[in-house]
């Protein structure tokens, strides 16, 4: 089940299956469940089992087969349960709440404040804090040699790879800096400071912080309700500008520096001299370079910036900043044309990395073309438009012939198709034939994702092609169902909502291995997840807010372990018949194939938004609680138990969790005081969190002094 809970009024489901190893799957005897209060153990209500079989995996035999839905959507009553199976036993405890669509909301909010860069993430908002990180001005390599050496190597190696889906490329190959079509014309340094990181690392990638504006910008214009959310709890809530759309001003900010002279916008801005940050705090990072300029990250570049630039709630809020964005989106567009007609349109485009290398520039150059059309109305911009994309149903625009409305083609349909719900253009200013193909790609979309829903046995939207091939990783339940929420303001769908709820709950918990995939949430958590920051803090428990891949093909190489863990596994990963099903492959470790970027974090957290919208705390007054730990001033014997306090500003903790961690002990879920018998003499940290059923946090740091027992 979903671990925090259900909307009363929502769909309610949860999953009966177990998997017994080479034994198979467990058989489920019972055809009946029970709804039960979690502290008498008194039925509430009871239900039947459904059967709900796995289908689209082509090995035998084939897995998930034995499993069961427990459907009491009917029941609504507010309270805190557990799901009963006759023979089976009792589920986690679980909330039905109001609230519930809200903490996960809240939950994404604030792992998006903990991605800010150049930013004092500081308390109250959250305990995961890090002072204002890489402000310094950026170099810029004109040359490959000292302090560039290092850069201008990497993106030679990067520049060589070949993406084969791709139309070839023409133009020379990135390998030094007399290979730039577009040389460096600011010589540097640079301010590139703000934004958000990029993954897990403190890098920031172009193509990236542009897909991340474009998704929270078209969630605070084009998803209703989502823009009068002013109480996520991030440090401008309350002021009554929408949170959305402050926290896609800050990315698109950033965006903006990464401008050079000629209207290009640099790929990224890495570390000087290594790849990874991997053994520091944010504020402790390395100096930093600009990574070359090509057509892929200037034309995304160009399209986000002119997608604020339109917005009538952000002209509205910010009008200095989008002039300015529109400005530079217009002088991008012109660098654009001039590369375009000096090199062609397919001599123009020079790969780095994977990022914006999907279709090369094809679809950047589409989706700019589609966004200055809404920023401007010019018919000339249509006309580019229709020429580099011509049929928006086209599966040849699609990732690999089947994941249709995918990156950059995927944003140039959404915001054409909403370019009148979202105030840009009137109806007699688009082309009715193309918004109709538009309005039907973006329903085949959700179509797609709700197909794949129903052939799960989760519920979660795992791709048919990706179960044929037996591979997984990288993959957020949460964020598949964005196109659901898209399709569903054109084509209500009860279908629709049921899937998105499916994978929010497999997200939540409702999955084989009773884990939640976003950190900060449910009872049973991921406590080592790919992230430089979380490698590096004092805490056992990661960072708030991080959504962790929720499927995966299995173990990866580390540097502990080497290859060991895949070896180990029984059954075997990759054996041709009865191997280790998919959905049970989990493991609390550092695995790269489960590591989120933020631009999954954005669209997982437009889709919590948008629920939460829907739901009463959308309207609730919200910006920090505030809360303290009293503990003994006195110096304590070491090896002597000591109790601290919690004090909470808010009184009511009905359904509240509260989580203790302290230097050198296991976190603990607890009550209002913790008690812990410190190890090591000197100041001995203790943090407590306070997570309501609605998301709302509290977070309170102490400390105690230890004196060795003589």
């Known amino acids: 089940m979903n671990q925090e809970g259900y909307v009363p009024t929502f769909p309610k489901k949860a999953i009966v299956g177990y998997y017994l190893g080479n034994l198979g799957e467990m058989a489920v005897s019972a055809t009946s469940f029970s709804v039960v209060d979690a502290s008498s153990g008194a039925p509430v209500f009871t239900g039947t089992l459904t059967p709900r079989p796995d289908n689209g995996y082509v090995y035998t035999p084939t897995p998930y087969q034995a499993v069961y839905e427990a459907d009491f959507s009917s029941f609504t009553a507010p309270g ?16 039905i709440d109001e609230g519930v669509a809200m903490a996960f909301a809240r939950t994404y909010a604030l792992g998006l404040l903990e991605q800010r860069s150049g930013f004092d993430v500081a308390m109250p908002f959250t305990r995961f804090t890090h002072a204002a990180d890489h402000t310094a001005l950026s170099g810029v390599p004109v040359n490959a040699n000292a302090p560039y050496g290092f850069t201008w190597t990497t993106v030679a190696n990067y520049a060589t790879e070949v993406n084969s889906d791709n139309p070839p490329q023409t133009a020379p190959r990135l390998t030094s800096p007399a290979a730039q079509l577009f040389p460096f014309v600011n010589q540097g340094p640079v301010d590139v400071s703000g934004g958000h990181f990029e993954a897990a690392n403190y890098s920031k990638v172009t193509w990236n912080s542009a897909q991340v504006v474009h998704v929270l910008m078209f969630a605070a214009d084009s998803l209703p309700g989502v823009a009068a959310l002013d109480n996520l709890g991030l440090p401008e809530s309350g002021d009554g500008i929408s949170d959305v759309l402050q926290e896609a001003k800050w990315e698109a900010d950033s965006l903006a520096k990464l401008q050079d002279a000629d209207g290009a916008f640099y790929y990224a801005v890495n570390p000087i001299n290594r790849e990874y940050e991997g053994d520091v705090l944010p504020e402790n990072g390395d100096p930093q370079v600009v990574w070359p300029k090509n057509t892929a990250a200037t034309a ?35 660098f654009l044309v001039d590369a375009i007609a000096r090199y062609g349109l397919a001599g123009a485009y020079q790969k780095i990395q994977h990022f914006g290398d999907d279709f090369t520039d094809r679809d950047e150059l589409a989706w700019a073309a589609c966004e200055m059309f809404l920023a401007t109305g010019d018919p000339q911009y249509q006309t580019t438009l229709k020429t580099w994309f011509p049929d928006p149903t086209d599966r040849g625009t699609w990732r690999w012939g089947w ?29 009715t034939n193309y918004f109709n193909a538009c309005v039907s790609a973006v329903i085949t979309g959700g179509d797609t994702s709700l197909a794949w829903s129903q052939a799960n046995a989760y519920g979660t939207s795992l791709p048919d092609a990706t179960k044929r091939v037996r591979s997984a990783g990288w993959y957020f339940s949460t964020e598949q169902a964005f196109d659901l929420v898209v399709a569903q303001q054109f084509n209500p769908n009860a279908g629709y909502v049921d899937a998105i709820l499916g994978n929010l709950n497999f997200e939540g918990g409702c999955n084989p291995v009773n884990m939640t995939y976003v950190t900060g949430l449910g009872w049973k958590r991921q406590r080592l997840i790919v992230d430089q920051y ?19 093909e299995g173990f990866t190489w580390t540097w502990v372990y080497g290859g060991e863990l895949s070896t180990l596994c029984f059954p075997s990963d990759g054996a041709a018949t009865a191997p280790y099903p998919f959905y049970d492959r989990w493991s609390d470790f550092w695995n790269v194939t489960t590591e989120a970027s933020t631009t999954n974090y954005v669209r997982s957290f437009a889709v919590a938004a948008w629920l939460a919208a829907q739901t009463p705390p959308a309207s609730q007054a919200w910006r920090s609680t505030a809360a303290t730990i009293t503990a003994p001033t006195d110096p304590i014997p070491r090896g002597q138990p000591v109790t601290v306090a919690l004090q909470v500003a808010e009184p009511n903790l009905d359904g509240a969790k509260i989580v203790w961690e302290a230097i050198d002990h296991e976190p603990a879920f607890g009550g209002l005081s913790y008690t812990f018998t410190p190890g090591r003499d000197g100041a001995n940290w203790i943090e407590a969190e306070v997570q309501w059923p609605d998301g709302r946090r509290a977070f309170a740091t102490g400390s105690i002094t230890v004196a060795p027992p003589n």
């Open 80 to 95: 805190t349960y557990r799901i009963t199976v006759p023979g089976m036993g009792s589920s986690l405890p679980f909330r």
């Open 300 to 334: 995304a570049a160009v399209a986000a910036l002119a997608q604020c630039a339109s917005s009538p709630r952000f002209q509205q809020a910010y009008p200095q900043a989008a002039s300015d964005y529109r400005a530079r989106a217009q002088r991008g567009w012109q």
């Open 403 to 431: 994941q249709p409305m995918y990156v950059c083609y995927g944003n140039t349909v959404r915001d054409y198709a909403f370019a009148v719900k979202s105030g840009r253009l009137r109806a007699d200013q688009l082309d």
């Open 534 to 552: 979380s490698a590096n803090d004092r805490r056992v428990l990661p960072k708030d807010g991080v959504p962790v891949s929720n499927i995966q």
